[in-house]
Protein backbone atom coordinates (compact mmCIF):
# COMPACT_ATOMS: atom_id res chain seq x y z
CA UNK A 1 0.00 0.00 0.00
CA UNK A 2 1.47 3.41 -1.00
CA UNK A 3 1.86 5.73 1.73
CA UNK A 4 -1.00 8.57 1.76
CA UNK A 5 -1.37 12.45 1.52
CA UNK A 6 -4.46 13.31 3.90
CA UNK A 7 -6.94 15.83 2.55
CA UNK A 8 -8.00 19.26 4.54
CA UNK A 9 -11.22 17.41 5.01
CA UNK A 10 -9.40 14.31 6.53
CA UNK A 11 -6.87 16.14 8.55
CA UNK A 12 -9.70 18.03 10.39
CA UNK A 13 -11.19 14.73 11.41
CA UNK A 14 -7.81 13.38 12.55
CA UNK A 15 -7.34 16.25 14.47
CA UNK A 16 -10.75 15.52 16.48
CA UNK A 17 -10.42 12.52 16.67
CA UNK A 18 -6.40 13.14 18.14
CA UNK A 19 -7.75 15.44 20.83
CA UNK A 20 -10.36 13.12 22.27
CA UNK A 21 -7.63 10.59 22.10
CA UNK A 22 -5.49 13.28 24.24
CA UNK A 23 -8.17 14.14 26.34
CA UNK A 24 -8.63 10.04 27.13
CA UNK A 25 -4.89 9.42 28.12
CA UNK A 26 -4.75 13.12 30.82
CA UNK A 27 -8.19 11.44 32.67
CA UNK A 28 -6.47 7.98 32.49
CA UNK A 29 -3.41 9.24 33.75
CA UNK A 30 -5.58 10.62 36.94
CA UNK A 31 -6.33 7.43 37.98
CA UNK A 32 -3.24 5.13 38.23
CA UNK A 33 -2.31 4.35 41.40
CA UNK A 34 -1.40 1.27 43.40
CA UNK A 35 -4.47 -1.30 43.91
CA UNK A 36 -6.23 -0.27 40.83
CA UNK A 37 -7.14 -3.21 38.31
CA UNK A 38 -5.95 -3.56 34.53
CA UNK A 39 -9.19 -4.45 33.55
CA UNK A 40 -10.85 -1.13 35.56
CA UNK A 41 -8.56 1.13 33.69
CA UNK A 42 -9.88 -0.78 30.50
CA UNK A 43 -13.15 -0.14 31.35
CA UNK A 44 -12.83 3.46 32.34
CA UNK A 45 -10.73 3.99 28.94
CA UNK A 46 -13.36 2.31 26.43
CA UNK A 47 -15.95 4.64 28.86
CA UNK A 48 -14.19 7.76 27.76
CA UNK A 49 -13.77 6.70 24.17
CA UNK A 50 -17.28 5.92 23.59
CA UNK A 51 -18.92 8.94 25.52
CA UNK A 52 -16.82 10.90 23.25
CA UNK A 53 -18.66 9.50 20.35
CA UNK A 54 -15.64 7.43 19.27
CA UNK A 55 -14.48 3.54 18.83
CA UNK A 56 -11.97 2.35 20.30
CA UNK A 57 -10.27 0.81 17.50
CA UNK A 58 -7.91 -1.98 19.65
CA UNK A 59 -11.25 -3.88 20.40
CA UNK A 60 -11.39 -6.70 18.99
CA UNK A 61 -8.20 -5.45 16.42
CA UNK A 62 -6.73 -8.91 14.86
CA UNK A 63 -8.77 -10.34 17.90
CA UNK A 64 -6.71 -8.31 20.31
CA UNK A 65 -9.73 -8.41 23.57
CA UNK A 66 -9.80 -5.07 25.37
CA UNK A 67 -9.94 -1.52 24.31
CA UNK A 68 -6.66 -0.27 25.88
CA UNK A 69 -3.18 -2.04 25.99
CA UNK A 70 -1.95 -2.11 29.45
CA UNK A 71 1.48 -3.29 29.94
CA UNK A 72 3.38 -3.68 33.44
CA UNK A 73 6.94 -3.14 33.91
CA UNK A 74 8.82 -5.62 31.89
CA UNK A 75 5.71 -5.77 29.58
CA UNK A 76 6.48 -3.69 26.49
CA UNK A 77 3.17 -3.37 24.46
CA UNK A 78 -0.10 -5.15 24.03
CA UNK A 79 -0.31 -6.56 27.87
CA UNK A 80 -4.09 -7.57 28.39
CA UNK A 81 -6.35 -6.16 31.15
CA UNK A 82 -7.17 -8.49 33.29
CA UNK A 83 -9.63 -8.23 36.72
CA UNK A 84 -7.13 -10.31 39.22
CA UNK A 85 -4.09 -8.15 37.65
CA UNK A 86 -3.00 -4.70 39.76
CA UNK A 87 -0.97 -2.15 40.32
CA UNK A 88 2.01 -2.06 42.35
CA UNK A 89 3.59 0.52 43.90
CA UNK A 90 6.87 1.30 42.28
CA UNK A 91 5.35 -0.54 39.31
CA UNK A 92 5.64 1.44 35.48
CA UNK A 93 2.74 0.92 33.31
CA UNK A 94 2.47 1.56 29.55
CA UNK A 95 -1.27 2.48 28.58
CA UNK A 96 -1.73 2.33 24.40
CA UNK A 97 -4.89 3.35 23.17
CA UNK A 98 -6.56 3.98 19.80
CA UNK A 99 -9.67 5.52 18.57
CA UNK A 100 -11.60 6.64 15.68
CA UNK A 101 -13.70 9.06 14.83
CA UNK A 102 -16.06 9.31 11.65
CA UNK A 103 -13.78 6.55 10.09
CA UNK A 104 -10.71 8.19 11.15
CA UNK A 105 -7.96 6.56 13.60
CA UNK A 106 -5.66 7.95 16.49
CA UNK A 107 -3.09 6.24 18.61
CA UNK A 108 -1.20 7.25 21.21
CA UNK A 109 0.48 5.94 24.35
CA UNK A 110 1.64 7.55 27.69
CA UNK A 111 3.84 5.33 30.11
CA UNK A 112 3.59 6.13 34.05
CA UNK A 113 4.33 5.35 37.74
CA UNK A 114 2.75 3.97 39.96
CA UNK A 115 3.56 5.72 43.38
CA UNK A 116 7.16 6.34 43.91
CA UNK A 117 9.09 4.35 41.47
CA UNK A 118 12.76 4.59 41.18
CA UNK A 119 14.94 6.96 39.12
CA UNK A 120 16.27 4.70 37.25
CA UNK A 121 12.45 4.06 36.13
CA UNK A 122 12.04 7.96 36.14
CA UNK A 123 14.82 7.87 33.58
CA UNK A 124 13.50 5.21 31.66
CA UNK A 125 10.10 6.52 31.61
CA UNK A 126 11.79 10.16 30.42
CA UNK A 127 13.68 9.40 27.71
CA UNK A 128 11.59 7.64 26.35
CA UNK A 129 9.11 10.08 25.98
CA UNK A 130 12.37 12.56 24.80
CA UNK A 131 13.27 10.47 22.26
CA UNK A 132 10.01 10.83 20.69
CA UNK A 133 10.36 14.60 20.62
CA UNK A 134 14.11 14.09 19.46
CA UNK A 135 12.47 12.06 16.19
CA UNK A 136 10.12 14.82 15.60
CA UNK A 137 12.73 17.21 14.98
CA UNK A 138 12.84 15.80 12.02
CA UNK A 139 9.45 14.97 10.91
CA UNK A 140 8.67 17.29 8.23
CA UNK A 141 7.72 17.96 4.63
CA UNK A 142 11.34 17.52 2.67
CA UNK A 143 13.14 15.19 5.09
CA UNK A 144 13.45 11.47 4.81
CA UNK A 145 11.86 8.94 7.20
CA UNK A 146 14.49 7.59 8.53
CA UNK A 147 16.24 10.74 9.97
CA UNK A 148 13.32 10.29 12.86
CA UNK A 149 14.52 6.75 13.23
CA UNK A 150 18.04 7.64 13.40
CA UNK A 151 17.19 10.93 16.15
CA UNK A 152 15.07 8.05 17.98
CA UNK A 153 17.96 5.33 17.98
CA UNK A 154 20.70 7.94 19.23
CA UNK A 155 19.48 9.64 22.26
CA UNK A 156 17.72 5.94 23.23
CA UNK A 157 21.46 4.45 23.13
CA UNK A 158 23.57 7.76 24.22
CA UNK A 159 21.32 6.61 27.74
CA UNK A 160 21.77 3.10 27.76
CA UNK A 161 18.78 2.14 26.80
CA UNK A 162 17.82 -0.20 23.83
CA UNK A 163 14.89 -0.47 20.94
CA UNK A 164 13.10 -3.35 20.24
CA UNK A 165 13.59 -3.94 16.00
CA UNK A 166 10.66 -5.97 15.56
CA UNK A 167 8.47 -3.01 16.63
CA UNK A 168 7.61 0.06 15.12
CA UNK A 169 5.40 3.19 14.41
CA UNK A 170 3.69 3.32 11.40
CA UNK A 171 1.59 5.42 9.23
CA UNK A 172 -2.48 5.67 10.38
CA UNK A 173 -5.55 6.83 8.66
CA UNK A 174 -8.80 5.26 7.89
CA UNK A 175 -6.52 2.28 9.15
CA UNK A 176 -4.75 1.35 12.69
CA UNK A 177 -1.62 0.58 10.75
CA UNK A 178 -1.05 2.14 7.28
CA UNK A 179 2.47 2.60 5.84
CA UNK A 180 5.47 3.39 6.23
CA UNK A 181 6.51 1.48 8.88
CA UNK A 182 8.48 3.68 11.35
CA UNK A 183 11.64 1.82 12.88
CA UNK A 184 12.98 3.41 15.87
CA UNK A 185 16.02 2.36 14.71
CA UNK A 186 18.17 3.66 11.86
CA UNK A 187 17.78 0.36 8.71
CA UNK A 188 19.69 0.91 5.63
CA UNK A 189 18.84 4.12 3.62
CA UNK A 190 16.98 6.82 3.82
CA UNK A 191 13.49 5.63 4.23
CA UNK A 192 10.90 7.75 1.95
CA UNK A 193 10.67 11.44 1.73
CA UNK A 194 7.92 13.06 3.81
CA UNK A 195 5.52 15.12 2.45
CA UNK A 196 2.99 17.69 4.16
CA UNK A 197 -0.49 16.05 5.24
CA UNK A 198 1.00 12.46 5.69
CA UNK A 199 -0.27 11.41 9.28
CA UNK A 200 2.35 8.85 11.24
CA UNK A 201 1.79 7.44 14.46
CA UNK A 202 5.89 7.30 15.93
CA UNK A 203 6.26 5.46 18.89
CA UNK A 204 9.99 4.64 20.65
CA UNK A 205 9.74 1.92 22.64
CA UNK A 206 13.24 1.41 24.89
CA UNK A 207 14.23 -1.39 27.30
CA UNK A 208 16.20 -0.90 30.27
CA UNK A 209 18.35 -3.81 29.25
CA UNK A 210 18.59 -5.74 25.93
CA UNK A 211 16.64 -5.26 23.06
CA UNK A 212 15.41 -8.41 22.47
CA UNK A 213 11.85 -9.54 23.20
CA UNK A 214 9.46 -12.65 23.82
CA UNK A 215 5.70 -12.80 23.13
CA UNK A 216 3.79 -14.83 26.38
CA UNK A 217 1.27 -17.74 26.15
CA UNK A 218 -0.97 -15.29 25.11
CA UNK A 219 -0.47 -14.52 21.99
CA UNK A 220 -0.14 -10.86 22.53
CA UNK A 221 1.56 -9.50 25.74
CA UNK A 222 4.98 -8.53 24.19
CA UNK A 223 7.78 -8.78 27.09
CA UNK A 224 11.54 -7.87 27.31
CA UNK A 225 13.38 -11.22 27.12
CA UNK A 226 16.11 -10.44 29.82
CA UNK A 227 13.25 -8.94 32.25
CA UNK A 228 14.04 -5.46 32.31
CA UNK A 229 11.65 -2.91 32.64
CA UNK A 230 10.16 -1.19 29.18
CA UNK A 231 8.54 2.33 28.63
CA UNK A 232 6.91 3.62 25.53
CA UNK A 233 5.46 6.82 24.53
CA UNK A 234 3.20 7.31 21.15
CA UNK A 235 1.64 10.45 19.45
CA UNK A 236 -0.24 10.55 15.98
CA UNK A 237 1.22 13.62 13.98
CA UNK A 238 1.31 14.85 10.70
CA UNK A 239 3.55 16.34 8.57
CA UNK A 240 3.82 20.16 7.67
CA UNK A 241 6.09 22.33 5.96
CA UNK A 242 7.35 23.15 9.37
CA UNK A 243 6.85 21.69 12.63
CA UNK A 244 4.82 19.13 13.08
CA UNK A 245 1.06 18.84 14.48
CA UNK A 246 1.07 16.66 17.70
CA UNK A 247 -2.69 15.98 16.87
CA UNK A 248 -3.07 13.36 20.03
CA UNK A 249 -1.66 15.58 22.33
CA UNK A 250 -3.91 18.03 24.41
N1 LIG B 1 -0.76 0.97 19.29
C1 LIG B 1 -0.53 -0.34 18.81
C2 LIG B 1 0.32 -0.26 17.58
O1 LIG B 1 0.58 0.76 17.07
C3 LIG B 1 -1.77 -1.04 18.43
C4 LIG B 1 -2.19 -2.07 19.36
S1 LIG B 1 -2.64 -3.43 18.48
C5 LIG B 1 -3.90 -4.09 19.35
O2 LIG B 1 0.74 -1.25 17.07
F1 LIG B 1 -4.18 -5.17 18.79
F2 LIG B 1 -3.52 -4.24 20.59
F3 LIG B 1 -4.91 -3.33 19.27
CO1 LIG C 1 0.85 2.62 17.19
Request: charged share 25%; glycine share 10%; hydrophobic share 35%.
Amino acid sequence: MAVTVKSQEEIQLMREAGKILGQVHDQLAEIIQPGITTMEIDKLGEELIRKAGCIPSFKNYEGYPASICVSINDEIVHGIPNEKNHLFEGDIVSLDAGVIYKGYQSDAARTHAVGKISDEDQKLIDVTRECFFKGIEFARAGNHLYQISSAIQKHAEANGFSLPRELTGHGIGQNLHEDPMIPNYKPLGRGIKLLAGMTLAVEPMLNAGKKDIWILEDDWTCVTRDGSKSAHYENTILITDGDPEILSLV
